[in-house]
């Protein structure tokens, strides 16, 4: 062994030299560490962060292509879509305006007593729906709305349509003629109030006075003539005989004088003679004696006072006030609002009453009432119910319509509309706001019920192609400078035709084309609608 080796192998680094070596290797490793975390910082960070001039480039618009949409066969609609109101075919607004009450003082204001229906609630042909200052006021079925109070000896087509209703409702009207107010139209009119718990109110408000006093002078121009017959029965040759049933306290017979008497046969009103003491010779009691003139004269008396007593007689009896009746086209109806209250003056529609099935009204401007006309598809869609009803256009006036000026409206003014929608005249002279032109939709099946009052949506059908078309979006269509109409169709290999085409109807962003050389253009083709970035291919696929 050298000296040398002698020397390493018996030299000891020391302990506190050793721990230091050590500190020295981490700090190199850490300060490494933290330059190739800067170094890698550094690179994301030129990554993200760009200069101005760099994301103007990358930002600018790129090159563009062309955006293509293929062509459809199918058939075309041209659809307009608007809003709409579901209502009853008839709406009866119930303001009884001049009612007046039983016991005849008529002053003040009318006041509502009863108002037994709720809104919602159903109604019957005969019901009572409301009793106005102590009167009633009930429904019958018709058409037409009451313009006047009936009384007896009234004739006419409203007559006829109270016997008609009375007859529905189980009260006969007897040998009444059709549209006369006779004895048998009474009979059934204090009928059907009294089964609705009320007297009908008398056509004469005198308790009775005139058929009293018809009644009295009857009785007292029939003792005339008796009186008259019996002073001059011995006096002549051809005093008359009476037949028949006489008035109370009469004798049948007014003497006998002569052998020329003529008898009088036949009731007279109120069992007095038709004719007392009439006859083949019915003037003598002595011709030409003041006996004689006496019997003429009462016996002339008498026939003017029967005539009054039937004058009387028909036109004593219930009436009917055009305030109590409401009538409607159909039944059963129903309570659509309830606009008073109990023990609050009428002063305006007391109730609203809707009948007949259900239609939606909605209002045209001048624009679309020339595309629309009866007969056209519609499609009512309801959002709240989630459901869509297909039906027609039944109505599209002919002159514009205006807002129900304010104030209590006339009871036979209340919009009874026929089924239909009326004369489709849309009553353009009410004085309100112009509504614009009122248009009625009938669905093919009944609405529900559930529809009614709701504002829904109608999407119509104002025009459509015949059978099958092709259909491109319109935006395919372009006119050149010749004035042709073109489409640009592209093959699949990107090039570019022109093919010169006809329009037809158009609806919904689409037009249906025709080429003018048959086969040029089919269904599947593609053609140019607009612009798009290159590399972007559009394809919107089929319209619905």
């Known amino acids: 062994m050298s000296e040398l080796d002698h020397v390493v192998e018996h030299t000891e680094v020391p302990e506190d030299d050793r721990g230091g070596l050590a500190r020295g ?42 955006l293509t949409a293929e062509v459809e066969r199918r058939v075309l609609a041209q659809t307009l879509v608007m809003r709409g109101s579901v209502v009853a075919d008839q709406s009866v607004e119930v303001s009884p305006q001049g009612i007046r009450s039983g016991d005849g003082a008529g002053s003040g204001a009318a006041m509502v007593t009863k108002l037994p229906p709720k809104a919602g609630d159903p109604v019957t042909a005969g019901q009572l729906i409301a009793e106005v200052s102590g009167r009633p006021v009930f429904t019958l079925h018709g058409t037409q709305p009451m313009y006047r109070d009936l009384k007896p000896g009234a004739s006419g087509d409203d007559v006829a349509q109270v016997q008609q209703a009375l007859r529905e409702l189980g009260h006969g009207t007897g040998s009444d003629p059709k549209g006369v107010f006779g004895a048998g139209t009474k009979a059934a009119l204090a009928a059907r109030y009294r089964a609705i718990g009320y007297e009908p109110l008398p056509a004469v408000a005198d308790g009775g006075a005139a058929l009293k006093s018809a009644r009295e002078a009857v009785r007292s121009a029939t003792w005339a003539v008796e009186d008259a017959v019996g002073s001059a029965g011995p006096a002549g040759s051809g005093g008359g005989s009476t037949a028949g049933p006489a008035p109370s306290g009469a004798s049948g017979s007014a003497g006998s004088a002569g052998q020329g008497g003529g008898s009088a046969s036949g009731p007279g009103p109120t069992g007095a003679p038709a004719d007392a003491g009439s006859g083949k010779g019915g003037t003598a009691a002595g011709s030409g004696s003041g006996s004689g003139r006496e019997l003429v004269r009462a016996r002339q008396a008498l026939t003017e006072a029967q005539a009054a007593l039937a004058a009387a007689e028909a036109a004593d009896g219930p009436m009917l006030p055009a305030a109590e009746t409401v009538f409607l086209g159909s039944f059963p109806a129903r309570v659509s609002s309830v606009g008073a209250r109990v023990g609050s003056p009428v002063s305006g529609p007391v109730l609203t009453l809707s009948a007949g099935e259900l239609v939606v009204e909605a209002y045209l401007k001048d624009d679309k009432k020339q595309l629309l006309r009866p007969g056209m598809a519609v499609v009512v869609s309801s959002e709240v119910a989630g459901t869509d009803v297909r039906g027609k256009v039944a109505l599209v006036a002919t002159e514009r319509s205006a807002a129900q000026p304010a104030g209590p409206p006339r009871q036979q003014e209340q919009g009874q509309n026929a089924k239909g929608g009326g004369d489709g005249t849309g009553g353009g002279s009410g004085g309100g706001a112009d509504l614009g032109y009122r248009m009625v939709v009938r669905a093919d099946q009944p609405l529900p019920a559930g529809f009614a009052g709701q504002d829904v949506r109608l999407t119509i059908e104002s025009a459509s192609t015949d059978g099958e078309a092709l259909v491109v979006p319109v935006t395919a269509v372009s006119a050149g400078a010749d004035g042709r109409t073109v489409v640009t169709a592209v093959s699949a290999e990107g090039t570019q035709r022109r093919i010169e085409v006809r329009t037809g109807t158009s609806g919904d962003g689409f037009v249906a084309v025709t080429p003018a050389q048959a086969g040029s253009l089919v269904a599947g083709t593609r053609v140019v609608i607009g612009v798009a970035p290159r590399g972007t291919r559009a394809n919107p696929g089929k319209a619905k």
């Open 25 to 66: 290797r981490r700090v190199v490793l850490a300060v490494v560490g933290g330059a190739a975390l800067m170094a890698i910082g550094g690179l994301l960070a030129t990554t993200f962060v760009k200069s101005p001039a760099q994301v103007a480039a990358e930002t600018g618009p790129p090159a563009q292509g062309a």
